[in-house]
T-cell receptor
Framework: AQSVSQHNHHVILSEAASLELGCNYSYGGTVNLFWYVQYPGQHLQLLLK??????LVKGIKGFEAEFIKSKFSFNLRKPSVQWSDTAEYFCAVKTHGSSNTGKLIFGQGTTLQVKP | NAGVMQNPRHLVRRRGQEARLRCSPVKGHSHVYWYRQLPEEGLKFMVY????????ESGMPKERFSAEFPKEGPSILRIQQVVRGDSAAYFC???????????????FGPGTRLTVT
């Protein structure tokens, strides 16, 4: 079955530290990849997405992610986190194929806590 | 430009009652998705609807759950005879659909937090 795995469930960093959140998926075909963020008390917002082309994708607020097809990975990075980055981060995958109907498959989420 | 609206934001029901969750998509969006988030878990797909049609309900529990997206009005997720295990956050997302360059993006609402007592 298609699945998405986020390795880190809870990450605690100090401000200015670098961030990398892991995301791996299981599907051998074409995928679209997404990172969503959910700030406390708010709804999910799209951080960045990969559809095709350059595997290094830049998103909002200084985030970027790299699609490595051979590793089935789409890790999220930020060189220097801020206290305001405290949130829950979700990796999601949309698969392409005869059974695809556009649904997103989400990882279980990573809670990031940034200490001032 | 209003985003996806969901109401109510919080809903408390006693076991055996019915829960009705509403979702108004972004204006002009014709595709609606419902997801459920159980405590300590990620979002799980439930159902995908276009106007007046259910396209994919592979994530819906077989009993007690139903969804609709009528020609006019919001999409409704209905849970009959709720049980404690239905307590979760229910998120709705909408997208413009195929033929639109941003058709693959889903825009999420704030969610409805259902508590069954």
């Amino acid at each position: 079955a298609q699945s998405v795995s986020q390795h880190n469930h809870h990450v605690i960093l100090s401000e200015a530290a670098s961030l990398e959140l892991g995301c791996n998926y299981s599907y051998g075909g074409t995928v679209n990849l997404f990172w969503y963020v959910q700030y406390p008390g708010q709804h999910l917002q799209l951080l960045l997405k990969y559809f095709s082309g350059d595997p290094l994708v830049k998103g909002i607020k200084g985030f970027e992610a790299e699609f490595i097809k051979s590793k089935f990975s789409f890790n999220l990075r930020k060189p220097s986190v801020q206290w305001s980055d405290t949130a829950e981060y979700f990796c999601a995958v949309k698969t392409h194929g005869s059974s695809n109907t556009g649904k997103l498959i989400f990882g279980q989420g990573t809670t990031l806590q940034v200490k001032p | 430009n209003a985003g996806v609206m969901q109401n109510p934001r919080h809903l408390v029901r006693r076991r055996g009652q019915e829960a009705r969750l509403r979702c108004s998509p972004v204006k002009g969006h014709s595709h609606v998705y419902w997801y459920r988030q159980l405590p300590e878990e990620g979002l799980k797909f439930m159902v995908y609807l276009q106007k007046e049609n259910i396209i994919d309900e592979s994530g819906m529990p077989k009993e007690r759950f139903s969804a609709e997206f009528p020609k006019e009005g919001p999409s409704i997720l209905r849970i009959q005879q709720v049980v404690r295990g239905d307590s979760a956050a229910y998120f709705c997302a909408s997208s413009p659909g195929t033929g639109n360059p941003r058709g693959d993006e889903q825009y999420f609402g704030p969610g409805t937090r259902l508590t069954v007592t």
